[in-house]
């Protein structure tokens, strides 16, 4: 989908809260994030990141889920790091969620990783969920929340 139709899409906002959501690694915020982040506001397309200090391995906020809920396009950057975080593969479950839902347009940005490892879950996505499994292997409902 090119910019211009996911602009007009958006709008015709519902009851959209955003229009954007942006699931990321941290490793991305000062560069790619920041520019795409930037760029969806110049064009008018209301986008939610979540700016704040994120407890490590903590569970998900209430309010992260809502805006996830309350996005029309849910944009997953997917870059090198991303499955290492708990917090980011909790996220794209919940974004999984929402598609099945409610229909919600997701779009892949892959950054500084290949489509193919994501989906392969291969080399570093092999390598981070093998380390969530050891991590978590005794919290059945931690597993059940990441994706695989």
């Not at 899409?9 to 955003?18: A, V």
């Not at 064009?43 to 704040?52: C, P, V, W």
């Not at 944009?75 to 090198?80: A, C, K, R, T």
Request: net charge negative; with cysteine; glycine share 6%.
């Amino acid at each position: 989908m090119d910019c211009v139709r996911i602009q007009s899409s958006l709008c015709h906002r519902k009851s959209w809260k955003y229009d954007v959501f942006l699931s990321f690694r941290g490793e991305t915020r000062f560069n790619f994030t920041d520019h795409l982040f930037a760029a969806l506001h110049r064009h008018g397309i209301l986008a939610f990141r979540n700016d704040t200090k994120l407890k490590k391995g903590g569970p998900i906020s209430a309010g992260l889920l809502e805006a996830i809920e309350g996005s029309q396009v849910l944009i997953v950057v997917f870059s090198m790091n991303y499955a290492s975080s708990t917090w980011c593969l909790q996220e794209l479950a919940n974004i999984a969620d929402c598609i099945q839902e409610t229909g919600q347009c997701v779009l892949p940005v892959f950054y500084d990783v290949s489509p193919s490892e994501v989906r392969k879950q291969s080399g570093n996505y092999d390598s981070a969920f093998k380390e969530h499994e050891e991590r978590f292997k005794d919290d059945a409902e931690m597993m059940e929340q990441l994706p695989r």
